[in-house]
């Protein structure tokens, strides 16, 4: 049996430093969805989108202050992860699921408190007045910065990231990218409904106001997740979609056992010579997605600090684990 060994000073100060900045990313995230997402029925995508639709929709469609009351989003975005939070833990990394449990904990909660406290939300009002879009960058913003530094510290606010990674666990050939876009697409069209709801209940006629109500949900809903998606692929790794990695380092063994059992990504081995100093080397070559970034990083950094690398932007990426080629997308 291992004999426990009391962490360091030095450990703690890291661990709290680490839970504290998620507790402020969890904290932004909720800001955006409780302030400018919910009012305004947006449903951007993710169990956030979802949660904000469910709502949205009770509150429409119910005078019940208790079914209201269950609609919470705080409640239904915590209930909608528990599986997820399970699945993540039995098939993926643990540090990442108990990352992810414990994000979405303190955004449930920072989301209760908002709605106790009756704090200051913007709503829009007319969908044809210009604070919607206002409302949707601004959402999709703070949304995207939480996101961003998320993604960069091994956590996620659940729903379709995790379910990504499920399925990237299983099936490492898989489009999850395309799959990830698709359930997105059915959140956002499905917000199309309370504008379905709102025609019913004021008994609308004119084709026109029809048109805008039906269609400003899903719009603003999309321009949201545009936003965010933006924000948090600057924040990762600019505008890059897929990245070479280019070691050298004379652990490159270590490396590319790490890389290969860890992320399932293929690692090159070429032999170099230094035209300075004559010595040999061997050179690391490794294509991975953006998201991916700064894995490689820790691993490089962990196996061999004193590794020699340089990334490169790589476009056009095909073959296994990426875009099939040309002539298989047929």
């Not at 007319?126 to 530094?149: T, V, W």
Request: proline residues 4%.
């Amino acid at each position: 049996m291992a004999k426990f060994r009391k962490p360091t000073p030095k450990q703690v100060l890291h661990v709290s430093r680490f839970y504290l900045f998620l507790t402020i990313l969890a904290f932004i995230r909720a800001l955006s969805a409780y302030v400018f997402i919910v009012p305004n029925g947006f449903a951007p995508s993710g169990i956030t989108g979802l949660s904000s639709l469910l709502y949205n929709m009770v509150t429409r469609l119910s005078d019940s202050a208790t079914v209201v009351a269950i609609f919470d989003p705080s409640i239904t975005a915590f209930v909608l992860n528990i599986p997820l939070f399970i699945a993540a833990f039995v098939v993926l990394d643990r540090k990442f699921a108990f990352n992810t449990f414990f994000t979405v904990t303190v955004y449930s909660v920072f989301m209760a408190v908002f709605s106790i406290v009756e704090f200051p939300q913007y709503t829009a009002g007319d969908p044809e007045s210009g604070y919607n879009l206002l409302a949707s960058l601004a959402g999709g913003a703070l949304a995207g910065i939480s996101l961003g530094f998320m993604l960069r510290y091994n956590t996620s606010l659940g729903g379709t990231d995790v379910i990504g990674k499920l399925i990237y666990a299983k099936n490492p050939v898989a489009d999850v990218q395309w799959l990830i876009f698709m359930c997105d697409c059915i959140i956002v069209i499905a917000a199309g409904g309370l504008g379905v709801i709102d025609i019913v209940q004021g008994n609308v006629t004119d084709t026109n106001v029809i048109l805008t109500l039906v269609l400003s949900p899903m719009i603003y809903s999309f321009i949201s997740q545009l936003t965010t998606s933006q924000v948090a692929d600057v924040l990762q790794s600019g505008f890059q979609s897929s990245l070479v990695f280019n070691i050298i380092s004379d652990k490159h063994n270590e490396i590319a056992e790490h890389i290969t059992s860890e992320m399932h990504r293929g690692v090159t081995i070429m032999d170099g010579i230094g035209y300075y100093t004559g010595e040999e080397h061997k050179v690391l070559v490794c294509v991975v997605r953006r998201k991916q970034i700064n894995t490689v990083k820790r691993i490089v950094q962990e196996c061999d600090p004193a590794a020699f690398t340089f990334i490169t932007k790589a476009r056009e990426v095909k073959g296994n684990g990426f875009a099939p080629p040309a002539d298989a997308q047929y």
